[in-house]
């Protein structure tokens, strides 16, 4: 994972947090979007998502020969 993609998705889940809990978001739908901002803070921190390997799908620079 690329370090645009990690920035991107730590950046999201502070933005879901801080909507969360200033109550701008609330419900079935915040759950929903604390739950996903709870697996882009993982993502982001480990840089790996097993959704990009299993598509085949790099955001990493490929290093040069």
């Keep these: ?15 879901i947090a801080v909507l969360y809990f200033t109550g701008q978001i609330t419900g079935i739908a915040a759950v929903i979007l604390l739950i996903l901002a709870t697996i882009f803070i993982v993502t982001g921190f ?8 299993l598509f085949g799908i790099q955001t990493k620079p490929k290093k040069k020969a």
Excluded: E, N
């Design 1 to 15: 994972m690329g370090s645009i993609d990690r920035i991107a998705r730590i950046i999201a889940a502070i933005i």
């Design 46 to 53: 480990i840089s790996f998502c097993p959704l990009y390997s």
